[in-house]
């Protein structure tokens, strides 16, 4: 995977937007104004996402291209080094999660929206 193939892939979510919050190299990804991504667009590519706090420490333990999260929050955030080590498939489905645990967390009114898009 590449920046642009990450990039389109968190954009597909519904209700994603991207900006520069923090400074011109962390790209970050929103639902409805509430971060589940990141990613590092200087040096090495990586992205951080939200996670399930007992899967973030099982990811870790299995992946050595899952770390904490780089300065997040690291009870809920891991950092994946995109290096090729782990299938693409499987960091779709942690950018899905990532994206679900966030909306699991919205207002209802805001889960209403989302579903009728």
Same mark, same amino acid.
């Given at each position: 995977?590449? @920046? *642009?193939? +990450?990039? *389109? &892939?968190? +954009?597909?979510? #519904?209700?994603?937007?991207?900006?520069?919050?923090?400074?011109?190299?962390t790209?970050?990804?929103?639902?409805?104004?509430k971060?589940? $991504?990141?990613?590092? %667009?200087? $040096? /090495? %590519?990586?992205?951080? +996402?939200k996670? /399930?706090?007992?899967?973030? +420490?099982?990811?870790?333990?299995? &992946?050595?291209?899952?770390?904490? $999260?780089?300065?997040?929050?690291?009870?809920?955030?891991?950092?994946?080094? @995109?290096? $090729?080590?782990?299938?693409? /498939? !499987? @960091?779709?489905?942690?950018?899905?999660?990532?994206?679900? !645990?966030?909306?699991?967390? !919205?207002?209802?009114?805001?889960?209403?929206?989302?579903? #009728? @898009?």
């Amino acid at each position: 995977m590449n @920046i *642009e193939t +990450l990039r *389109e &892939y968190f +954009l597909s979510k #519904k209700k994603t937007t991207e900006s520069f919050p923090f400074d011109d190299t962390t790209l970050v990804f929103k639902v409805m104004d509430k971060m589940y $991504g990141l990613m590092n %667009l200087e $040096g /090495d %590519l990586s992205i951080n +996402l939200k996670c /399930d706090p007992e899967e973030a +420490l099982t990811l870790r333990e299995q &992946y050595p291209a899952v770390i904490p $999260g780089y300065h997040m929050n690291k009870k809920y955030w891991n950092t994946v080094m @995109i290096d $090729g080590s782990i299938e693409e /498939d !499987l @960091i779709r489905k942690w950018i899905d999660d990532s994206y679900e !645990l966030v909306v699991a967390k !919205l207002k209802r009114s805001q889960r209403s929206e989302l579903k #009728k @898009i």
